[in-house]
């Protein structure tokens, strides 16, 4: 009986003690130290709001070279994208009635000129013959008739000298139109240029008027873009936009040197010509883009070296007092060399801007 006692008694203690809660025994670990970060303070910045238009790249001064008189084309002497200086012979235009009519002019003038050759000879000849009888008129060897016939013979060579020095006046100014019309067959460029495209090939025949070729000035380029109507008094000459040149890969600063004053009814929108600084390679026609920066809405910007990318999510590292957070965000844009942050982060907090990949969550910070 007193045996059945002691072990009643050690059951109970044994009951006892398993159910009292035992706490595992922890060995406290030092966490990481991370030296040389850069931080940044999170602050709101301006977003900038960005609108691209579609342009064309042309000559400050392009002509148009039209005939000023029919004829045929018998010459050309360049080639679309040729080179050529102010004064240079691009084409000629023959078979035409101006060369008809210089030559018929031409002819018209040396007909004029002999007959001022003959009227020359006869008041040379009536002249002397007056000479003569007025010595013999002296003597009483001729009638007073006889030398008023010879006076009046003189009268007349005089006349006739005079009308044929008038007609080789006129013969002259008409031979000298003929020269100005014929002159027009040979169609010279009117400044140094590009040639940008023909109108007529080798054997066309042409009219009044009719366009034989294209020129771009040699100079300053433009940027020619149709522009919506609503930005209508937001851009004004002087203006610099963003001008990018895809086929060339560059993007260069232009002023605004020309705004339309009308939108086109059809279109809705105006028109812009865009000047250009020097560019290499440059060609008329190239494709434009032409950027619209303005100032929009305010938004938190990040160095975009701070974004830690784990897997599918994206964090910055965050400093608390001497430690830091490895804090979940989401991004929108990129900005330059800046992340929008659309959520995660506040105003004021300080994360780390440079060296992240260093950063360890939960790890010590020493400056």
């Known amino acids: 009986m007193k045996m059945t006692k002691a072990c009643c008694s050690l059951l109970i203690l044994l009951l006892a ?147 044929a020095k008038a007609a080789v006046a006129q013969a002259g100014s008409g031979r000298d139109s003929a020269q100005i019309a014929a002159g027009y067959s040979q ?71 020309e705004v339309q004053p009308a939108a086109d009814p059809r279109s809705r929108s105006f028109q812009i010509k865009i000047n250009l600084p020097p560019i290499d390679g440059i060609v008329a026609g190239f494709y434009a883009r032409v950027v619209l920066n303005e100032t929009g809405s305010r938004a938190i910007l990040i160095p975009a070296g701070a974004l830690v990318t784990r897997g599918q999510l994206q964090g910055v590292f965050v400093r608390d007092g001497q430690t830091l957070h490895l804090r979940l965000i989401k991004v929108g844009r990129q900005v330059g060399d800046q992340l929008e942050v659309l959520s995660g982060l506040t105003v004021g907090e300080k994360i780390v801007s440079a060296g992240a990949e260093r950063a360890r969550n939960g790890a010590r910070v020493e400056d």
């Not at 579609?54 to 050309?76: C, H, M, N, P, W």
């Not at 940008?196 to 020619?224: C, E, F």
């Not at 936009?241 to 993007?251: H, N, Q, R, V, Y």
């Open 17 to 163: 003690a398993c159910g009292q809660q035992i706490e595992p025994g922890t060995t406290p670990g030092q966490p990481a130290v991370v030296k040389g970060l850069g931080f940044a303070l999170v602050a709101e910045s301006a977003l900038p709001g960005t609108d691209s238009f579609v342009g064309t790249v042309e000559s400050s001064s392009r002509g148009l070279l039209s005939a000023r008189i029919d004829g045929q084309v018998t010459k050309v002497m360049v080639r679309e994208g040729d080179s050529v200086s102010a004064g240079q012979l691009l084409l000629v235009l023959g078979n035409n009635v101006a060369g008809n009519q210089l030559r018929q002019a031409e002819a018209g003038l040396a007909q004029a000129q002999q007959g001022e050759a003959t009227a020359q000879a006869q008041l040379t000849l009536a002249e002397k013959t007056y000479d003569r009888y007025r010595q013999l008129f002296t003597k009483e060897a001729i009638t007073p008739q006889e030398m008023d016939q010879m006076t009046a013979n003189l009268d007349v060579a005089r006349k006739g000298l005079q009308a």
């Open 187 to 257: 169609v010279r460029a009117p400044f140094a240029g590009r040639v940008v495209s023909k109108q007529i090939d080798l054997g066309s025949t042409v009219m009044p008027g009719q366009p034989l070729l294209t020129l771009d000035r040699q100079g300053v380029w433009q940027v020619r873009a149709e522009i919506p109507e609503s930005f209508a008094g937001r851009i004004l000459p002087n203006t610099v936009l963003s001008i990018e040149i895809p086929a060339l890969g560059k993007t260069v600063d232009g002023t605004v040197a």
